[in-house]
């Protein structure tokens, strides 16, 4: 086999947030460094196929080849250059086109793991990764049948993109395969419940508690590609820990997130205006939302926010909320002049943008244009009036340069203005507003946005947007206007989102049980607060005194003046290099080749890869750790491997059965 000429495929699901983003920035990396022996293969989506790919012929005679038999075997692609930065390769693979196969795939897919119960019927990631893993193993195999003398390595992000993996490895198929667990299925559904696990992983009853949640299945599919990949990744240090324990296999590697910061940020003037447009485009914002009550001052006013999924607990929304009524009051207390606008970016289920809202953005923008052509009329009275003023006349300004009818005019915009409702706390008419968690816990909480209330906030149940009607805004436009984003999760394996913000200079609370935080810590010690990271303690204190030590951050923020936190924004951009994929990407390589290293010993040493070996490998102290057994998965199912040793399970084969 030729090392040398490998072939790099990277396969993942449907979009799935932070994976996608992973996908996505880290392209242009792994291209430069394989150029077209990189193929990132995925599901043909064919709506947004069409505006992302630019179909192009298959690069090398192999690749055509396992192509053309794979449609000879009536399964559609799409080839082509993925329009993104570094244009990599991509096969798109329709998982439709094989839809009468499905239901005789499920019983295999069960029967080779001894799932039981069977799979159940209507779940469609399931059924949608059922048939990714089938179709994504026929394209591998069409691969190796026409590169026979070349390594293929295939990585694999998440269960529904890895159910190719135990097919692989019962058919012992020559592929390289890694697996990368980006959260765990039955961990989000534990954190999700109220269960503070960390300190218990040891102790948990696995089965039990999976057999509890809802997505039992989709648990034993993750298990199941977890083991059967050659080599383990995960995201995070925290997240190595619940996988050892929750899918009962220790990860070899971990594979931190970067960013493509070059993309996100640039260290000169064009920045610094960017920041000023964003900032704008807020305020005029909250200047619509808030029409009528306008009672506080724009100058003195901070932007913090929270993103993500809407999981309540999970993300930290319950803890945000909480810590923003403490600084409510302890801001009113002090009468302080300072206002914050707290926004909360969490898609839900609505039937519209409220009336209220659409009626706030077109009265402001009424008034603006008014006072626009208002502006304009007057300007131009005052230039004539100037060119005549002799000495001794009065001084144009001193004129009544003011027709009676642009006064009534004015009048009857700043009447539309008025109103008597308070403004609300959310911009959209939800689906279920009674139970809304968020609409709830803001009404428990007291944030109702009265007149007197030191913190505004603004739920926005929908994902950011430039074509939006009333935010018309990206995610990062966005963030370039906050002065503060707050993401105190409970269960978070990696936070994009906090290293987002430190990527573009914003300051930023985290919690001590994500990977990014816990990356922090490690990174910077005690000094991660000079650089604009706050970690809040969710491990070992109370919920309450972590609501009261993120109020303590968010109070220290207000309390600064303008050039010091324009310092701190310094400081924390600082860290971007440290999460750029030029640094982390090195992460990929060294567990490729640890991955080679395992499959084929002669021809990698181990010597090879010491200038490379990193500290974040799995600690010695994990060595001794208990497994509790998984009857969901049934003893044939077997995955521990050595190194370079291929252990299969023997079932008889029907993945090539059409």
Not at 103 to 125: H, M, N, Q
Not at 287 to 309: I, M, Q, V
Not at 394 to 404: G, I, Q, S, W
């Amino acid at each position: 086999m030729e090392i040398r000429d490998m072939n790099d495929i990277e396969a993942a699901p449907i979009r799935m947030g932070g994976i996608y983003t992973v996908i996505k920035s880290k392209a242009p990396f792994t291209k430069r460094q394989y150029g077209d022996k990189y193929l990132l293969v995925g599901p043909l989506v064919r709506q947004s196929a069409s505006l992302e790919v630019v179909p192009l012929p298959p690069s090398t005679p192999e690749l055509a080849t396992a192509i053309e038999n794979l449609k000879r075997r009536g399964v559609d692609t799409l080839y082509g250059r993925w329009q993104v930065e570094g244009s990599p390769r991509v096969l798109l693979i329709d998982t439709v086109s094989n839809a009468q196969h499905l239901e005789t795939w499920k019983a295999d897919f069960a029967r080779r793991l001894c799932i039981s119960p069977p799979l159940p019927e209507g779940d469609v990631l399931i059924d949608e990764s059922i048939a990714f893993g089938y179709l994504s193993y026929w394209f591998l195999e069409e691969l190796v049948k026409a590169e026979q003398n070349k390594v293929i390595l295939a990585h694999f992000h998440e269960w529904p993109a890895g159910l190719a993996l135990p097919l692989i490895q019962q058919n012992k198929l020559d592929v390289v395969s890694i697996f990368t667990a980006h959260a765990t299925v039955l961990g989000r559904e534990l954190c999700k419940a109220g269960t503070d696990w960390y300190d218990i992983l040891d102790t948990l009853d696995v089965d039990r508690e999976a057999k509890g949640i809802e997505h039992f299945h989709w648990h034993c599919l993750e298990r199941a590609a977890a083991h059967a990949a050659d080599i383990f990744t995960t995201v995070s240090d925290i997240t190595a820990q619940e996988s050892e324990f929750l899918l009962q296999r220790k990860p070899h590697w971990i594979l931190p997130n970067g960013l493509n910061v070059s993309q996100m940020i640039a260290f000169n003037e064009a920045e610094n205006l960017r920041r000023s447009s964003s900032k704008r485009k807020l305020e005029d914002f909250v200047r619509s939302h808030f029409y009528g009550h306008l009672d506080f001052d724009l100058e003195d006013t901070l932007f913090f926010f929270t993103a993500g999924r809407y999981e309540f607990r999970n993300k930290g929304a319950d803890l945000y909320i909480d810590s923003l009524a403490l600084l409510n009051n302890r801001l009113k207390a002090q009468e302080s002049a300072t206002t914050v606008v707290a926004f909360i970016i969490m898609p839900a289920k609505s039937t519209s943008i409220t009336t209220e809202t659409l009626k706030g953005k077109a009265a402001v923008k009424s008034l603006k244009d008014y006072i626009t052509d208002m502006n304009r009329s007057l300007g131009a009275k005052l230039l004539e009036k100037s060119l005549s003023w002799k000495e001794g006349d009065a001084l144009p300004t001193k004129l009544n340069l003011v027709t009676e009818e642009e006064n009534i005019d004015l009048q009857r915009h700043l009447q539309a203005m008025q109103r008597h409702d308070m403004p609300s706390v959310c911009t959209h008419n939800l689906v279920e507003a009674d139970s809304d968690p968020i609409l709830k816990r803001l009404a428990e909480a007291g944030l109702q946005n009265q007149s007197t209330d030191r913190v505004k906030v603004i739920f926005f149940p929908s994902f950011l947007n430039p074509s939006d009607p009333v935010l018309p805004m990206n995610y990062y436009e966005f963030i370039r206007g906050i002065h503060l984003g707050v993401f105190p999760s409970v269960y978070e394996p990696w936070g994009y989102t906090a290293a987002e913000c430190v990527a573009m200079g914003i300051p930023s609370i985290t919690s001590n049980v994500t990977g990014f935080g816990l990356y922090m810590e490690q990174l910077l010690g005690e000094s991660t607060v000079d650089h604009g990271v706050y970690i809040v303690d969710r491990r070992t204190q109370s919920f309450e005194k972590a609501v009261s030590q993120t109020s303590d951050f968010m109070h220290e923020l207000c309390s600064m003046t303008p050039r010091e936190r324009k310092a701190l924004r310094h400081y924390t951009e600082e860290l971007s290099e440290v999460l750029d994929w030029e640094h982390m990407d090195l992460e990929y390589h060294k567990a490729r080749r640890f991955a080679l290293r395992s499959i084929y010993p002669d021809q990698i040493s181990e010597e090879e890869d010491e200038d490379t070996a990193w500290p974040g490998r799995i600690p010695n102290s994990w060595q001794n750790s208990r497994y509790p057994s998984d009857s969901s998965l049934g003893p044939n199912f077997q995955s521990n491997r050595g190194a370079g040793v291929r252990t299969v399970a023997i079932h008889p084969s029907s993945v090539n059965a059409q």
